[in-house]
């Protein structure tokens, strides 16, 4: 059974910056692509960023794009988010996913979720 378990959400002033970890377990992590979402109240989950399953390749909403930086480290089956430079607008819920289809943008795409992990950004 796969588990994908978010952490390091938080509050944060504008400007700030938070590091989000996603835990794995129950699969091959070395084998797949795996990307972060958001979700905002009110608003449908958007793409952040994927990264390839060895980590070589990265693709960024454009929204995000030289603010967010996605990582992986295979041996410790962990994926991260780290996020610069935050605004307001960037407040949501995160969730890390475990990509069906490569480097995809599409949550159809993404067979399995964390729980998510709250980001909030003050002005």
């Known amino acids: 059974q796969v588990q994908l378990v978010e952490s390091g959400g938080g509050l944060v002033q504008a400007g700030g910056s938070l590091r989000l970890s996603c835990a794995a377990s129950g699969l091959i992590f070395g084998s797949y692509a795996m990307g972060w979402f958001r979700q905002a109240p009110g608003k449908e989950r958007e793409f952040v960023a994927v990264?390839?399953?060895?980590?070589?390749?990265?693709y960024y909403a454009n929204s995000v794009k030289g603010r967010f930086t996605i990582s992986r480290d295979n041996a410790k089956n962990t994926v991260y988010l780290q996020m610069n430079s935050l605004k307001p607008e960037d407040t949501a819920v995160y969730y890390c996913?475990?990509?069906?289809?490569?480097?995809?943008?599409?949550?159809?795409?993404?067979?399995?979720w964390g729980q998510g992990t709250q980001v909030t950004v003050s002005s």
């Open positions: 996913a475990r990509s069906s289809r490569g480097m995809s943008n599409s949550p159809s795409e993404y067979d399995s």
């Open positions: 990264i390839s399953w060895n980590g070589h390749n990265t």
